[in-house]
């Protein structure tokens, strides 16, 4: 079932801006902030799964349109007013003055030098920063420059990385990197640096798809870096390839996989397993109006199985396969969760690394429309909202993992010895390996602790989202 069909709420919508006070549009005049925060309001009151959280959305908050009117103008900016409409258990929910950008960032679509890295504090320091190299995009200049996975720097444009600093200091497209050597605790310059620049590039998620003798039989590795709909087609590929080969069991890497579109999330388990097909996945919760539609009106419009065909229609090819190992650090969240967490119940899920993100939650983009939608958006601006809107619940009813999942293999990358993604030697890989050959006590150490504060990918718009596809509403157009 796809999640397309939970669209189609002409009449929920009807019930819901009813009532709440008099057309708005004829006491607001188009004055810029006020107008923006004006849509602002009305989507957060309409969606936001933590509406009854928050004084301000309830129904009663407002006498009269004047009252109204003078609250929207209390605010100095679009992102003010949004930011206050916010659950404070809410971390993820967020506004972008530039819908374009999200847009293209759910395609796989960036400004990107190719260079994706994690930033760590320093243990003797910690306002001090430093950035690890993670892997490396094809056909970049990073890839150009020879940088490779395991560099480290701690400079950049000769500036010291702090942790006050690092977001402005990675915004620009072009910036020098200042080399460094981690020994222990201690880092340390080399004097070395690379002038590095970003251009609009799209990724492929699918990174790695290989298949490993292990023990004489064959096993597979798929290294998948993001939930990304319009590379559906290569990820199935993938699939054909490791079931092509026979593979008898499968390690997912999602160390770095921050989440993205909910669809790839069911379809990617549908390969996983196939022998679940129609069964039920996961349900959903959504704020209480909705809710209450969905449950007196249409209650399978809350229920989400495993199915046999990805977003084009073609047929799933599925591994039917029993156990899953999950490659995981703190940075893996959102529809990497969903994976875990969705297979659970079913299959032997085993999950090696560190303690995921802790975010269960799902959210759509909300245009300046009368319905929410992109066609018929206010012209006067391209803000966009993207706030959470439902949470994810698997088959035996498990959900508000705020604290994320605690691996059964603990082990924390080590940033002095990260070794090659999909080489067998490769610590996390190996810890799966020994375990698949039954040579692992699933008692792993890290040898390091450093505190990650941020990665290349923040700078995204759609950063550790877990959504439904950019034009979800779009059933609305032949019912309004």
């Given at each position: 079932m796809k999640y397309l069909k939970h669209f189609m709420l002409l009449l929920l919508l009807g019930n819901l801006l009813t009532g709440c006070f008099d057309d708005n549009d004829d006491v607001i005049q188009p004055s810029g902030t006020t107008e923006i925060n004006d849509f602002i309001y009305r989507g957060m009151r309409t969606w936001y799964l933590y509406k009854s959280d928050v004084a301000d959305l309830q129904d009663n908050r407002f006498s009269s349109d004047q009252q109204y009117?003078?609250?929207?103008?209390?605010?100095?900016?679009?992102?003010?007013?949004?930011?206050?409409?916010?659950?404070?258990?809410?971390?993820?929910?967020?506004?972008?003055?530039?819908?374009?950008?999200?847009?293209?960032?759910?395609?796989?679509?960036?400004?990107?030098?190719?260079?994706?890295?994690?930033?760590?504090?320093?243990?003797?320091?910690?306002?001090?920063v430093f950035g690890f190299v993670r892997y490396i995009l094809p056909g970049t200049d990073a890839e150009a420059k020879g940088v490779k996975r395991g560099d480290i720097f701690n400079t950049i444009?000769?500036?010291?990385?702090?942790?006050?600093?690092?977001?402005?200091?990675?915004?620009?497209?072009?910036?020098?990197?200042?080399?460094?050597?981690?020994?222990?605790?201690?880092?340390?310059?080399?004097?070395?640096?690379?002038?590095?620049?970003?251009?609009q590039y799209t990724e492929n998620p699918v990174f790695i798809n290989k298949t490993i003798d292990v023990g004489g039989n064959p096993v597979g590795y798929l290294m998948?870096?993001?939930?990304?709909?319009?590379?559906d087609e290569q990820l199935n590929a993938a699939f054909a390839k490791l079931k092509s080969d026979n593979v008898t069991d499968l390690i997912l890497d999602l160390r770095y996989n921050g989440g993205g579109a909910v669809e790839t999330a069911i379809?990617?388990?549908?390969?996983?397993?196939?022998?679940?097909?129609?069964?039920?996945?996961t349900t959903e919760e959504w704020n209480d109006e909705f809710q209450q539609n969905f449950q007196e009106n249409d209650p399978g419009r809350l229920i989400?199985?495993?199915?046999?065909?990805?977003?084009?229609?073609?047929?799933?090819?599925?591994?039917?396969l029993s156990k899953l190992y999950v490659l995981t650090t703190r940075s893996s969240a959102s529809a990497?969760?969903?994976?875990?967490?969705?297979?659970?119940?079913?299959i032997n899920v085993i999950q090696v690394g560190d303690t995921t993100r802790g975010k269960f939650q799902a959210s759509i983009t909300i245009y300046d429309s009368d319905n929410f939608r992109r066609q018929g958006a206010n012209?006067?601006?391209?803000?966009?909202?993207?706030?959470?809107?439902?949470?994810?619940?698997?088959?035996?009813?498990?959900?508000?993992?705020?604290?994320?999942?605690?691996?059964?293999?603990?082990?924390?990358?080590?940033?002095?010895?990260?070794?090659?993604?999909g080489d067998t030697n490769e610590p996390l890989?190996?810890?799966?390996?020994?375990?698949?050959?039954?040579?692992?006590?699933?008692?792993?150490?890290?040898?390091?602790?450093?505190?990650?504060?941020g990665n290349s990918n923040m700078q995204d718009a759609g950063y550790e989202s877990m959504y439904h596809q950019n034009d979800v509403l779009k059933l609305y157009e032949s019912n309004f």
């Open positions: 009117t003078e609250y929207l103008r209390g605010f100095s900016s679009p992102e003010a007013i949004f930011e206050s409409l916010k659950s404070t258990i809410d971390e993820f929910s967020f506004l972008v003055s530039d819908f374009v950008t999200l847009e293209q960032s759910f395609d796989g679509i960036s400004r990107n030098n190719g260079m994706e890295f994690g930033l760590v504090r320093y243990p003797d320091d910690p306002n001090n444009d000769g500036t010291q990385i702090t942790a006050d600093n690092f977001r402005q200091l990675i915004a620009p497209d072009s910036y020098t990197i200042g080399l460094a050597n981690i020994n222990g605790n201690t880092i340390t310059s080399t004097g070395e640096s690379i002038s590095l620049t970003k251009v998948y870096n993001a939930f990304t709909l319009d590379f379809d990617l388990s549908s390969m996983i397993t196939g022998q679940f097909n129609e069964k039920l996945f989400n199985n495993f199915d046999n065909q990805i977003s084009t229609g073609a047929a799933i090819n599925s591994l039917n990497s969760e969903l994976i875990i967490n969705g297979l659970d119940p079913y012209t006067g601006h391209t803000y966009a909202m993207q706030p959470l809107v439902l949470k994810s619940i698997n088959s035996v009813g498990f959900t508000d993992y705020f604290d994320g999942f605690a691996p059964e293999i603990a082990l924390e990358e080590d940033f002095s010895n990260l070794g090659v993604l890989l190996k810890a799966a390996i020994d375990d698949i050959l039954g040579v692992s006590s699933r008692q792993k150490s890290s040898t390091h602790h450093f505190e990650e504060v």
